[in-house]
């Protein structure tokens, strides 16, 4: 058994959401030091706990850390110590690519107003492509990996580490596996506590894969994870791929209803598995997740939401989504652990 998979089994199910706080556009708004805002993290962690779950993945921007090294990591212990007020853990994600988002150059200050309708409209790739493909850029960006570990990598509040978010995903030229291959050494050097990963974001048979980051991913991840938007056979597809690496598997990303990946057909699979599950979106807020990816400006909200579980009241979007949800993680309808 591997040291990855002893330190699994001793964890509890990793259950939870990737979390933008509502009030938060992208990764600058939610960290820097003007925007950031603990009393709507905690309210909004509260209800997640109330959910039962115990996991929240966060993502961090390199250039709130360029411009406030040690203002990022004071807001990050405070986001942690509200995750241990609510019995929850944060995988904390350094690099993201991304489909969707602010398509100007990312800037810190006043990030821009949420486009009505559309999903994600102010979501920022870290670090933008041009510095993805320059290793003369990279300084800087191993200062704020190993500057960040070195301060958390023996915190218990931290469950993992997520070094580049859907590395295979070639957003506006990015071509990441280079710079993958730092992070992780960059990662290692530190010698955190905590494992490390980068998620799989499609099957290797698929369209849109590298193998060569796949592979390398295989080779290096302690903790196996993938994203999948998919009905229950795809997600079965990827656990059985990734059941070949002898290591624990998390999906850290899933749920959106219109494509059939709802908590009703993916939650009770994740669990039956031991798979790590941990769907995107909490609250509806500036990100607009409940609108579908390719929304138009204007678009009016969808009868059924593509992601979030919450209203900004707290309020469920599907009450028996909620039951449901609640009771795959133990809790009673009184929010209380059965």
Request: proline share 8%; with cysteine.
């Amino acid at each position: 058994m591997t040291r990855a998979s002893r330190w699994y089994v001793g964890q509890p199910w990793p259950v939870g959401c990737n979390y933008v706080t509502s009030s938060a556009i992208n990764q600058i708004e939610m960290w820097q030091e003007e925007s950031f805002d603990p009393k709507t993290i905690d309210r909004e962690l509260g209800w997640a706990e109330a959910l039962g779950f115990n996991t929240a993945r966060v993502f961090l921007r390199d250039l709130v850390w360029e411009a406030d090294p040690a203002g990022l990591k004071r807001r990050l212990g405070a986001f942690l110590d509200i995750c241990q007020r609510r019995h929850m853990r944060a995988i904390v994600t350094f690099f993201t690519n991304g489909c969707y988002g602010f398509a100007g150059e990312p800037r810190l200050g006043k990030q821009p107003d949420p486009v009505p309708g559309v999903h994600n409209s102010g979501w920022v790739q870290s670090p933008g492509a041009a510095d993805v493909n320059d290793p003369a850029k990279w300084g800087r960006l191993e200062r704020y990996v190993r500057d960040v570990m070195g301060a958390f990598g023996r915190d218990e509040r931290v469950l993992m580490w997520c070094l580049y978010n859907e590395p295979e995903n070639p957003t506006k030229g990015a071509r990441s596996l280079p710079l993958l291959r730092k992070v992780f050494e960059w990662a290692r050097a530190e010698d955190p506590a905590q494992p490390l990963t980068a998620p799989i974001w499609g099957l290797p048979a698929g369209p849109r894969t590298s193998l060569d980051i796949v592979c390398f991913l295989g080779e290096n991840c302690d903790v196996m994870t993938f994203h999948s938007y998919g009905k229950p056979k795809d997600v079965e597809a990827f656990i059985k791929l990734l059941r070949s690496f002898e290591r624990p598997i998390v999906c850290t990303e899933y749920m959106a209803r219109p494509k059939g990946s709802t908590f009703e057909a993916i939650l009770p699979l994740l669990k039956r598995e031991r798979v790590g599950a941990i769907s995107f979106g909490l609250v509806v807020g500036k990100g607009n997740f409940i609108y579908p990816w390719g929304s138009q400006k204007d678009a009016p909200e969808p009868k059924v939401w593509f992601h979030d579980i919450l209203r900004p009241d707290g309020t469920p979007h599907d009450p028996r989504e909620v039951e449901l949800i609640k009771r795959l993680t133990g809790q009673s309808a009184s929010g209380k652990s059965e």
